[in-house]
């Protein structure tokens, strides 16, 4: 069984300032790791992904996320808000297994200026 | 087609109606989800069909609930009897069925049981 717990339901930060989205993990297996992001009356896209390699994988828009095997962990982060970045980001967890993609209950991100 | 095309995009609905939605995933796309959203609740996963395995029903809330995919493509999620508690939006999904790889979704139907 697989599941995705995301601390925090709402984040709000000034433009500027550090975003820190978290996303921790349960996987009996190697997991695939992923950040979707929902823009106000958008669909859903995919921001980034973790798979195998680099433990540190960059994304779209300036974001990345640092997957931590140790903690269970896969949290988003990007340096410097921007008003655009508001939207609720979706922290997802899939396996070698079978590839069933499960989401968390979403974070969604208010910036202010 | 070009993208994952869910119908209708809106559906209202009475009590204790039967309701059917409908996913047209990407082409060639084998593997295909159907989730539910509803405010505060994240992304709820319903059902999952890859290829020609049995169906992943392991997320469908209740025995009112049931879809099928047709000759591994379009699939329709039918909700009998509905109840006020299943207003949500429903989105549809699709992907290669290569572990590791994103999920394409459709713009959802937004269903409203009054």
């Known amino acids: 069984a697989q599941s995705v717990t995301q601390l925090g339901s709402h984040v709000s930060v000034s433009e500027g300032a550090l975003v820190l989205l978290r996303c921790n993990y349960s996987s009996s297996v190697p997991p695939y790791l992923f950040w979707y992001v929902q823009y106000p009356n958008q669909g859903l896209q995919l921001l980034l992904k973790?798979?195998?390699?680099?433990?540190l994988v960059k994304g779209i828009n300036g974001f990345e996320a640092e997957f931590k095997k140790s903690e269970t962990s896969f949290h988003l982060t990007k340096p410097s808000a921007h008003m655009s970045d508001a939207a609720e980001y979706f922290c997802a967890v899939s396996n070698t297994g079978g590839f069933k993609t499960i989401f968390g209950a979403g974070t969604r991100l208010f910036v202010k200026a | 087609g070009a993208g994952v095309s869910q119908s209708p995009s809106n559906k209202v609905t009475e009590k204790g109606k039967d309701v059917e939605l409908r996913c047209d995933p990407i082409?060639?796309?084998?593997?295909l989800y159907w989730y539910r959203q509803s405010l505060g609740q994240g992304l709820e996963f319903l059902i999952y069909?890859?290829?020609?395995?049995?169906?992943?029903k392991s997320g469908l809330p209740s025995d009112r609930f049931s879809a099928e995919r047709t000759g591994g493509s379009v699939s329709t999620l039918t909700i009998q009897r509905t109840q006020q508690e299943d207003s949500a939006v429903y989105l549809c999904?699709?992907?290669?069925?290569?572990?590791?790889?994103?999920?394409?979704f459709g713009s959802g139907t937004q269903l409203s049981v009054l």
């Open positions: 973790y798979t195998t390699g680099a433990t």
């Open positions: 999904a699709s992907s290669s069925g290569q572990g590791g790889e994103k999920l394409f």
């Open positions: 069909f890859q290829g020609n395995s049995a169906p992943d």
């Open positions: 082409s060639g796309h084998t593997a």
